[in-house]
């Protein structure tokens, strides 16, 4: 599962993209949706102590990551997710 990412002004301009969006699924509701899942699943999340938290009964895993979104720009994009599972 790959979730939507915070709105823009929550995170860097890397996040540009997203501006237009009227909302966002909100972590906790992820949580909710994923947790009386009988099956496997891993979960793709940004970096923050809140997602550490909510998520803290699972499996988490830190990796970098890059994005292909900009890649017109001159610099690399690279940033901190999680890989949350349950098994």
Excluded: C, H, M
């Excluded at 947790?35 to 990796?63: A, C, H, M, N």
């Excluded at 890059?66 to 890649?71: D, E, K, L, M």
């Amino acid at each position: 599962l790959d979730p939507p990412y915070p709105t823009f002004e929550q995170r860097s301009v890397l996040w540009n993209y997203l501006k237009e969006q009227s909302s966002v699924l909100d972590p906790e509701d992820v949580l909710k949706a994923v947790r009386p899942l009988e099956g496997k699943w891993v979960l793709s999340y940004t970096d923050t102590p809140r997602i550490r938290r909510l998520f803290q009964d699972y499996f988490i895993r830190d990796v970098t990551t890059g994005y292909t979104i900009g890649r017109g720009r001159k610099k690399d994009w690279a940033t901190k997710e999680l890989l949350i599972k349950n098994y």
